[in-house]
Each structure stands twice: as structure tokens, then as C-alpha cells.
């Protein structure tokens, strides 16, 4: 799993090419994916990216019209920026293609986080997880 660092490395390096780029089409080739539907990835479609924040190991990216896209890259995900039409080096999870000519790819090598594209409202909070911590008894909690 990327930890913070990596997180922030990774905000770092998207937010001055993403900002201001408009989503021209997205593909979910995992569709599980996308918690919440493959079909609700293709809501962001023309609309344009502003700043990406991390929520814990969470990352929002801000969308206009209050729309966010919310990314937990768990065990292994890797994004890559590349242009339309570069070789593909793994599985793909999901692929935005950007009115500039550029791609933002979630290679995914391992099993991976879900995405969850949501409004501004309902997106203060990235989805639950549940406590896999032990209990005092030894149970997995569940």
C-alpha cells in the first residue's frame, strides 16, 4: 500500500498537469473497480480537474460543477501519465483520457482500491472501511 509520502509525491506530480484538463473519456476495464459503477465514472466526462487533496490514504480529485473523484490506490496501484496511445505495461484498472492528448492510467499489478466518483456534499468522508484491527480476545473483527 502507498503510504503517505508516496501519496503526496503522487499529488505533487498529477495537480500541475491535471489542472485545467478536461476529461474527454474514461473506461473502467476492472469495472469492480468503481464502487460505485462503472457507468457513474462516465458522469466525469467533460468536466474539467482543479487541485487534488489527500484525505488520509484517500486522494480527491476536485472536478467543477462540485463533482470529486475519490482514489484509495491500496496494494500496489500505480498511475501513469502518459499519451494516448502509449503501450500498456499491466492491467489497467481505469483510464481517463484528457482533451489535451493525454491519458491518466491505474495500473493495477495486485488487487486495488475501489474509486468513487462522488458530489462535493457527500464526499467529506471517503467510504468506511471496516476495523480489521485484533481484538483484545484474538477474533478478527469483520
Same mark, same amino acid.
Given at each position: 500500500?502507498?503510504?503517505?509520502?508516496d501519496?503526496?509525491? &503522487?499529488?505533487?506530480?498529477?495537480?500541475?498537469? *491535471?489542472?485545467? %484538463?478536461?476529461? #474527454?473519456?474514461?473506461?473502467?476495464?476492472? $469495472?469492480? /473497480?468503481?464502487?460505485?459503477?462503472?457507468?457513474?465514472?462516465?458522469?466525469?466526462e467533460?468536466?474539467?480537474?482543479?487541485? &487534488?487533496?489527500?484525505?488520509?490514504?484517500?486522494? *480527491?480529485?476536485? %472536478?467543477?460543477? #462540485?463533482?470529486?473523484l475519490?482514489?484509495? $490506490?491500496? /496494494?500496489?496501484?500505480?498511475?501513469?501519465?502518459?499519451?494516448?496511445?502509449?503501450?500498456?505495461?499491466?492491467?489497467?484498472?481505469?483510464?481517463?483520457?484528457?482533451?489535451?492528448?493525454?491519458?491518466?492510467?491505474d495500473?493495477?499489478?495486485?488487487?486495488?482500491g475501489?474509486?468513487?466518483?462522488?458530489?462535493?456534499?457527500?464526499?467529506?468522508?471517503a467510504?468506511?472501511?471496516?476495523?480489521?484491527?485484533?481484538?483484545?480476545?484474538g477474533?478478527?473483527?469483520?
Open positions: 500500500m502507498p503510504e503517505i509520502p501519496l503526496e509525491a &503522487i499529488r505533487h506530480y498529477l495537480m500541475p498537469r *491535471l489542472d485545467g %484538463l478536461t476529461v #474527454a473519456k474514461t473506461e473502467a476495464p476492472i $469495472p469492480w /473497480l468503481v464502487r460505485t459503477g462503472a457507468e457513474d465514472l462516465a458522469t466525469i467533460g468536466h474539467r480537474f482543479g487541485e &487534488i487533496h489527500r484525505l488520509g490514504k484517500f486522494l *480527491l480529485f476536485f %472536478l467543477d460543477e #462540485a463533482r470529486i475519490v482514489i484509495n $490506490p491500496m /496494494l500496489t496501484g500505480r498511475f501513469h501519465w502518459v499519451e494516448a496511445g502509449a503501450k500498456k505495461t499491466g492491467s489497467m484498472g481505469v483510464i481517463v483520457g484528457f482533451d489535451d492528448g493525454h491519458v491518466l492510467r495500473e493495477v499489478p495486485a488487487p486495488h475501489p474509486l468513487v466518483p462522488r458530489r462535493a456534499g457527500r464526499a467529506a468522508h467510504p468506511a472501511v471496516p476495523d480489521a484491527r485484533p481484538r483484545r480476545d477474533d478478527q473483527r469483520g
